[in-house]
């Protein structure tokens, strides 16, 4: 099985841009999660998606949006980018809510200029 | 308040050298606990669960209720061990939700 792959690897933006950020989860998995990791504040969740409806939401400003679709692929967007988004945006997948282990893809490093 | 905490940032160990990279929780109810790792230049994958009470590459992990701590052990650090290594908490509801601890970096020398 293919694991889980995130596009693009690399991104770089101007402050006040706006980002969307995408996500395949393995075959078969419905659950998809996502997270900044940043070297001050670590590894945090920012939403949970699944049957293409947002579960979870992390403690983060509505800059940060996401959706899922029907064959579970996700993206994620932030608007009005600012110079602490930049981080590196992991997402996971898994079966479902709860069920089996999550796998994580190989992350989208954003830098913001 | 839903926090885990790791609280070494590096620990440094020789080759064969016991290990324990320690994690302590703060949750009403009973979550599921994880340790999580990644090697260098790596995606980030499960090590162990509490729930399998498995060992997994010689690591071995026992959830303390009482003191709430998920502490990672293993008696003889291997060089290959060398990684970051982050413990989880995931609610005991229907969610795939992680809460991460801010992770313990492992240098195992030879």
């Known amino acids: 099985k293919a694991g889980v792959t995130q596009t693009p690897r690399y991104l770089i933006k101007t402050r006040g841009q706006q980002v969307t950020l995408s996500c395949s989860p393995i075959?078969?998995?419905?659950?998809v999660s996502w997270y900044q990791q940043t070297p001050g504040q670590g590894l945090q969740f920012l939403f949970e998606?699944?049957?293409?409806?947002?579960?979870n939401k992390g403690n983060f400003p509505g800059r940060f949006s996401g959706r899922q679709f029907s064959n579970s692929r996700s993206e994620m967007n932030v608007s009005t980018l600012e110079l602490g988004d930049s981080a590196l945006y992991l997402c996971?997948?898994?079966?479902?809510?709860?069920?089996?282990?999550?796998?994580f893809g190989p992350g989208t490093r954003l830098t913001v200029t | 308040a839903q926090r885990v905490t790791q609280p070494e940032k590096l620990l440094s160990v020789f080759k064969g050298a016991p290990v324990e990279l320690k994690c302590n929780y703060s949750y009403s109810g009973s979550p599921e606990l994880f340790w999580y790792v990644q090697y260098s230049r790596q995606r980030l994958q499960l090590l162990l669960r509490h729930i399998s009470r498995e060992s997994i590459k010689g690591f071995t992990a026992d959830l303390n209720k009482g003191e709430t701590s998920f502490h990672l052990k293993k008696p003889f650090a291997q060089e290959e061990d060398s990684a970051m290594y982050y413990c989880?908490?995931?609610?005991?509801?229907?969610?795939?939700?992680?809460?991460f601890g801010t992770g313990t970096r492992l240098q195992v020398f030879p």
């Open positions: 998606y699944f049957s293409e409806t947002q579960r």
């Open positions: 075959s078969g998995h419905r659950s």
């Open positions: 996971a997948s898994s079966p479902g809510r709860g069920q089996g282990e999550q796998y």
């Open positions: 989880a908490l995931r609610p005991p509801y229907n969610t795939d939700k992680l809460i």
